[in-house]
């Protein structure tokens, strides 16, 4: 019974190539975040959806299209994948927008040669 | 702005010695303070949290108070552990933006030596 949960755990792939992760929290969350994480360890959040509605779009390529067909679940595709976006890609969620606790998934070992 | 400072790593410590990160923030609003823990090859969790001014948020022997006057929120623990070798996040959220992100700081690595 995972609560915030992110497919697949490793992608290997070319540059150039386009690739898709996906996130699902069973918790009944209404918000739910993207983040990347760099080899140094710093965090920067690139997207958040409450209700299915985009509410943080940090400046991130338009390479970069999130989707959320529902409240549970965020996927994340990524088009003409280059060097610069080998990261851990984290999904979160939390109750609401707000002072909550965000939980977070296991995280995506992107890596593109 | 907002924002949060954390003291650079990594600390390496013995079992047992006291531990100390510090945590300095600039907010334009009112925030909560928070600390989250990264362990190897996981997500992030929360470990505490602090609502308002001289709240001490503590858990798993880890504390930490809100100190407005210092705008800082230092994570101290008075025995470390070897499994308590992690990542630590401070961050703030800003209880008046109707975003509700939090700023995370840079992360600081903590490993503990047996």
């Known amino acids: 019974d995972t609560a915030v949960s992110q497919t697949p755990k490793y992608l290997v792939t070319q540059m150039g190539n386009d690739k898709s992760i996906k996130c699902e929290q069973n918790?009944?969350?209404?918000?739910m975040y993207w983040y990347k994480q760099d080899s140094k360890k710093f965090l920067k959040i690139m997207f958040s959806?409450?209700?299915?509605?985009?509410?943080i779009n940090e400046t991130v390529p338009n390479r970069f299209s999130p989707k959320s067909p529902d409240k549970a679940h965020l996927n994340l595709h990524i088009n003409s994948l280059e060097l610069g976006d080998s990261a851990v890609y984290f999904c979160?969620?939390?109750?609401?927008?707000?002072?909550?606790?965000?939980?977070f998934g296991p995280g995506t070992r992107l890596t593109v040669t | 702005g907002n924002s949060v400072t954390q003291m650079e790593g990594p600390v390496t410590l013995s079992e047992e010695a006291f531990l100390t990160i510090n945590c300095t923030y600039t907010?334009?609003?009112?925030?909560?303070l928070f600390w989250y823990v990264q362990y190897p090859g996981e997500g992030l969790q929360l470990l505490l949290k602090?609502?308002?001014?001289?709240d001490k948020g503590s858990n798993k022997g880890f504390e930490a108070t809100y100190r407005k006057e210092t705008t800082s929120f230092h994570l101290e623990k008075g025995s470390v552990q070897v499994s308590d070798s992690a990542v630590y996040f401070c961050?703030?959220?800003?209880?008046?933006?109707?975003?509700?992100?939090?700023?995370f700081g840079r992360g600081t690595q903590l490993t503990v030596w047996p």
């Open positions: 961050a703030l959220s800003d209880r008046g933006s109707t975003l509700g992100r939090l700023y």
């Open positions: 602090a609502t308002k001014a001289d």
């Open positions: 907010a334009t609003g009112y925030p909560s």
């Open positions: 979160a969620s939390s109750q609401a927008i707000g002072d909550y606790e965000q939980y």
């Open positions: 918790l009944g969350h209404d918000t």
């Open positions: 959806y409450n209700n299915k509605e985009l509410i």
